[in-house]
């Protein structure tokens, strides 16, 4: 998020310059290189003095000072080097080799996660061991991305080195970039910060739990945002329209029967996935609603990745920027209203109007410049039938498990019945999973 856009713009500079990598590109990824590092040491160090002055401050606890502060700021190094980490991923993905990306990754992670489960067992909850080994394994994969995307490049005469030119074409991008972002995360987060005011400590973890479920849709959708990303930045490079136009279609219908089938059934089904989860039916019965609200809102917004991702990979980021700062303006002084007012159902409203904004005044507008003509086709064969089709789906599967009264196991069971024909009804309405279910069954029968 706080990259200032240089991942997101190699992705895209990558995509667009798939087939024959210049020496420009390869000035620009040293460039971006020695910024992304040097940033993150001078983020580390900043964060090092500031863990230093905090534990200080707050005295001896149950850690011994010393063991905290070098713990800390061992632990911030590790997470400072998620800066290089992200700028090697998104040129990878703009290389269109993203299985090289998530093989090293997950490398990565299964030693992060052994490393840490060894460290447990042979030493104990040491801070300082945890530290040590997290660092170790960041700059381990951060160095394993840079050698993979380097190994993608084709051979050069000439060695690339750093050039500030380099920047010239994408600095307007990267900074609209992180405009983005910032405006993102003060719309993402300011309910909750707001509501931490107002809010009982215990409630407002409750209201935390109901927002991390709903927001694990976002889980979801922002791979098809990582996929489709660079795919349409090639395309408008290109110039073919036509297969951009229905790569737009085709991804736009995917992307809308998975998150809108899932996000129903959350809506549909909360109260009993938060009393799976909580085990708790105080917390089930209080946050059902909010959880079905979030969920719903994040649904919404699932569906607008592809058109962000299509904005992006036309260069044109002031759409974004305009209407998250309308958003801010309309939402922030209207959260802060709904929380000393009406309370947490109200506050979590807030984010389905924002997201119906986006979705009833952000496509059409994307549409008069980008994609022209292809806005009908976008809500009634993409996106509109998905979302009503999976809302009936989960309310008539809820209404059948209502009536049923399943108890122990059952309960997952019939929980899980329901998702599965939510799903399937879902993709019902897409043209392109039919076309492809019905190939391959022809296939399967031909094989026999």
């Given amino acids: 998020?706080?990259?200032?856009?240089?991942?997101?713009?190699?992705?895209?500079?990558?995509?667009?310059?798939?087939?024959?990598?210049?020496?420009?590109?390869?000035?620009?990824l040293v460039t971006l290189e020695y910024m992304s590092w040097i940033l993150a040491i001078l983020l580390s160090i900043f964060l090092s003095i500031l863990i230093a002055y905090e534990t200080n401050l707050f005295g001896p606890g149950s850690i011994p000072s010393a063991e905290l502060t070098t713990g800390l700021t061992l632990l911030a190094a590790a997470v400072t080097l998620q800066w290089p980490i992200g700028l090697y991923s998104g040129g990878l993905r703009g290389r269109n080799h993203q299985a090289i990306l998530i093989t090293v990754t997950a490398i990565w992670s299964a030693a992060r996660f052994l490393g840490a489960a060894l460290i447990a067992w042979q030493w104990g909850p040491s801070l300082i061991h945890f530290g040590e080994w997290y660092l170790l394994i960041s700059l381990c994969h951060a160095l394993s991305l840079h050698r993979a995307l380097w190994s993608t490049l084709p051979k050069a005469e000439t060695t690339a080195r750093f050039d500030m030119s380099a920047l010239r074409d994408?600095?307007?991008?990267?900074?609209?970039?992180?405009?983005?972002?910032?405006?993102?995360?003060?719309?993402?987060?300011?309910?909750?910060?707001?509501?931490?005011?107002?809010?009982?400590?215990?409630?407002?973890?409750?209201?935390?739990?109901?927002?991390?479920?709903?927001g694990g849709l976002a889980s979801v959708s922002i791979p098809f945002?990582?996929?489709?990303?660079?795919?349409?930045?090639?395309?408008?490079?290109?110039?073919d329209s036509n297969t951009l136009n229905q790569a737009y279609h085709k991804s736009s219908q995917v992307i809308a029967v998975i998150v809108c089938s899932l996000g129903s059934f959350i809506v549909l089904f909360s109260s009993e996935l938060l009393?799976?989860?909580?085990?708790?039916?105080?917390?089930?019965?209080?946050?059902?609603?909010?959880?079905?609200?979030?969920?719903?809102?994040?649904?919404?917004?699932?569906?607008?990745?592809?058109?962000y991702a299509m904005q992006l990979a036309h260069g044109w980021?002031?759409?974004?920027?305009?209407?998250?700062?309308?958003?801010?303006?309309?939402?922030?002084?209207?959260?802060?209203?709904?929380?000393?007012?009406?309370?947490?159902v109200a506050v979590a409203s807030v984010a389905v109007m924002l997201n119906m904004f986006?979705?009833?005044?952000?496509?059409?507008?994307?549409?008069?410049?980008?994609?022209?003509?292809?806005?009908?086709?976008?809500?009634?064969?993409?996106?509109?039938?998905a979302l009503f089709t999976s809302l009936t789906a989960a309310s008539i599967a809820k209404a059948v498990y209502a009536s049923s009264y399943p108890q122990g196991n059952a309960v997952v069971v019939e929980m899980a019945t329901a998702a599965m024909i939510t799903i399937a009804l879902t993709a019902s309405t897409s043209a392109t999973i039919r076309t492809q279910c019905i190939s391959a069954l022809r296939t399967a029968i031909s094989r026999r």
Avoid: C
């Avoid at 945002?225 to 110039?239: D, Q």
């Fill in 1 to 28: 998020m706080f990259d200032f856009g240089l991942s997101a713009a190699l992705n895209r500079e990558f995509a667009r310059s798939r087939a024959d990598t210049t020496a420009r590109e390869r000035r620009l």
């Fill in 170 to 214: 994408i600095r307007r991008f990267a900074m609209g970039l992180s405009g983005i972002a910032i405006l993102s995360i003060a719309l993402t987060h300011w309910d909750k910060l707001i509501l931490s005011t107002n809010l009982p400590l215990e409630s407002y973890g409750h209201y935390i739990i109901a927002a991390t479920l709903a």
């Fill in 225 to 239: 945002f990582n996929t489709y990303y660079p795919r349409y930045s090639a395309l408008v490079a290109e110039g």
């Fill in 275 to 307: 009393l799976l989860w909580t085990r708790n039916s105080e917390i089930a019965s209080e946050m059902s609603p909010v959880l079905s609200i979030l969920a719903f809102a994040a649904m919404l917004n699932g569906l607008m990745q592809l058109p």
């Fill in 317 to 344: 980021t002031r759409l974004a920027i305009t209407m998250h700062i309308a958003a801010a303006v309309i939402s922030m002084p209207t959260v802060v209203y709904f929380t000393y007012n009406h309370g947490a």
């Fill in 358 to 385: 986006y979705i009833a005044v952000g496509v059409p507008m994307m549409h008069k410049k980008i994609l022209k003509g292809q806005m009908r086709k976008w809500y009634l064969s993409d996106t509109l039938p």
